[in-house]
Nanobody, 122 residues
Framework: VQLQASGGGLVEAGGSLRLSCAAS????????VGWLRQAPGKEREFVAG????????YYLDSVKGRFTISRDNAKNTVYLQMNSLNPEDTAVYYC????????????????WGQGTLVTVSS
């Protein structure tokens, strides 16, 4: 499986972006998918995750109410809608997939995407 993350960019504080994580090579069937982020000089954070059926989700406290994770299994794609962005959200965002049904924050991860940079200006 290859994960292709996209949708990052430069946005002003208060703005929105939607990240996409598309799987190729095989389907996402049975996989939980999540988004990690890492900012320069900071530890990696597990931001959001979603189970295969889409009924169970997880959010980091600091993004609750602002970010929404969703998936379209027919398109093998997981989305992260990010609203009310602030400079603290600036990071490289990675999508990851876990086939084991692990507890949040998932892991060990079976697959990683290449990362997409989100920059929020103040």
């Amino acid at each position: 499986v290859q994960l292709q993350a996209s949708g990052g960019g430069l946005v002003e504080a208060g703005g929105s972006l939607r990240l996409s994580c598309a799987a190729s090579g095989r389907t996402f069937i049975g996989y939980s998918v999540g988004w990690l982020r890492q900012a320069p000089g900071k530890e990696r954070e597990f931001v959001a995750g979603i189970r295969w059926a889409g009924t169970n989700t997880y959010y980091l406290d600091s993004v609750k109410g602002r970010f929404t994770i969703s998936r379209d299994n027919a398109k093998n794609t997981v989305y992260l809608q990010m609203n009310s962005l602030n400079p603290e959200d600036t990071a490289v965002y990675y999508c990851v997939a876990d086939s084991r049904g692990s507890n949040w924050p998932l892991g060990p991860y079976d697959y990683w995407g290449q990362g997409t940079l989100v920059t929020v200006s103040s």
